[in-house]
Nanobody, 119 residues
Framework: QVQFVESGGGLVQPGGSLRLSCAAS????????MSWYRQAPGKAREWVAA????????NYLTSVKGRFTISRDNAKSTLYLQMNYLKPEDTAVYSCNVGFTVAPWDDYWGRGTQVTVSS
């Protein structure tokens, strides 16, 4: 059974940092490009960042480029998102799923992890 378990969120002041983790299981993690997504209150889910299966190619939402870094550890089947210089508009529930050259698997969204940026 495919499963994504996100962690690492919390409350942080503007300008602060957080590192999110996503433990994946139930599929060959190293064979898939992966992405982080987020959903703010009252808004649709949006894609944030993507990473190729081997980790050599990244893509970012324009508004997070230069502040967020996506990475992965294929030996641990874990995806990461380092978020620096956080802004209030980054407040959302962050989730991971497959997604680089494929669409996310809609049947397997995890609970996500809440990130709140506020003073």
């Amino acid at each position: 059974q495919v499963q994504f378990v996100e962690s690492g969120g919390g409350l942080v002041q503007p300008g602060g940092s957080l590192r999110l983790s996503c433990a994946a299981s139930g599929f060959p993690f190293s064979a898939y490009g992966m992405s982080w997504y987020r959903q703010a209150p009252g808004k649709a889910r949006e894609w944030v960042a993507a990473l190729s299966s081997a980790g050599g190619t990244t893509n970012y939402l324009t508004s997070v480029k230069g502040r967020f870094t996506i990475s992965r550890d294929n030996a641990k089947s874990t995806l990461y998102l380092q978020m620096n210089y956080l802004k209030p508009e980054d407040t959302a529930v962050y989730s991971c799923n497959v997604g680089f050259t494929v669409a996310p698997w809609d049947d397997y969204w995890g609970r996500g992890t809440q990130v709140t940026v506020s003073s």
